[in-house]
Antibody, heavy 119, light 113 residues
Framework: QLQESGPRLVKPSETLSLTCTVS??????????GGWIRQPPGKGLEWIGS???????YHNASLKSRVTISMDTSKNQFSLNLTSVTAADTAVYYC?????????????WGQGILVSVSS | DIVLTQSPDSLAVSLGERATINCKSSQSILYSPNNKNHLAWYQQKPGQPPKLLLYWASTRESGVPDRFSGSGSATDFTLTISNLEAEDVAVYYC?????????FGQGTRLEIK
């Protein structure tokens, strides 16, 4: 199972930081990529990026300069940092598991966390 | 990036009838080395995360009813839901997993007529 956590309100120009905690198995031994996907309210899905326990990452180039995806295998967690946020970054953020490559289909999703960007 | 365009944007189907949703890719997502189409379908109900229904265009995920089926190849794909049930009301998304970044269609809202 996957569970997102982090602040639900972020001020414009600041950094959005979220953590995904993996339970029911070891992220390190799973050989699956952990990913981040977001969904603005009432809109579609946008893939942000993914990470393997080795540290190998994939990023969406549209966000790459603002995105850092990292992991802490000792805590069975992986994290997302998104810098210089604006109102356009308001969305439900999901952590998820890719089956296969770092851009493969997603077979497990967290429940999602709504993060609002507002002053 | 590969663009996926779904049609229609919304549809209403009677209980027990068949629903058909299309997904068109801006380029072929048929991977020649394994002869597989890298397309997945998801179902999203209000307030819930998406749920994987199908991958490789037509392989049903474990636990998904066989009322859900996928077809198509290269650039044109279809999700078919047979014998529509009330619980099928949701938004359906296609996703290409052929190349990075993986991209999604805009979604199709399915309602009961």
């Amino acid at each position: 199972q996957l569970q997102e956590s982090g602040p639900r309100l972020v001020k414009p120009s600041e950094t959005l930081s979220l953590t995904c905690t993996v339970s029911g198995g070891s992220f390190r031994s799973s050989s699956y990529y952990g990913g981040w996907i977001r969904q603005p309210p009432g809109k579609g899905l946008e893939w942000i990026g993914s990470i393997l326990y080795t540290g190998s990452t994939y990023h969406n180039a549209s966000l790459k300069s603002r995105v850092t995806i990292s992991m802490d295998t000792s805590k069975n967690q992986f994290s997302l940092n998104l810098t210089s946020v604006t109102a356009a970054d308001t969305a439900v953020y999901y952590c998820a598991r890719h089956r296969g490559s770092g851009y493969s289909f997603i077979d497990h999703w967290g429940q999602g966390i709504l993060v609002s960007v507002s002053s | 990036d590969i663009v996926l365009t779904q049609s229609p944007d919304s549809l209403a189907v009677s209980l027990g009838e068949r629903a058909t949703i299309n997904c068109k890719s801006s380029q072929s997502i048929l991977y020649s080395p394994n002869n597989k189409n890298h397309l997945a379908w998801y179902q999203q109900k209000p307030g819930q995360p998406p749920k994987l229904l199908l991958y490789w265009a037509s392989t049903r995920e474990s636990g998904v009813p066989d009322r859900f089926s996928g077809s198509g190849s290269a650039t044109d794909f279809t999700l078919t839901i047979s014998n529509l049930e009330a619980e099928d009301v949701a938004v359906y998304y296609c996703q290409q997993h052929y190349t990075t970044p993986p991209t999604f269609g805009q979604g199709t809202r399915l309602e009961i007529k």
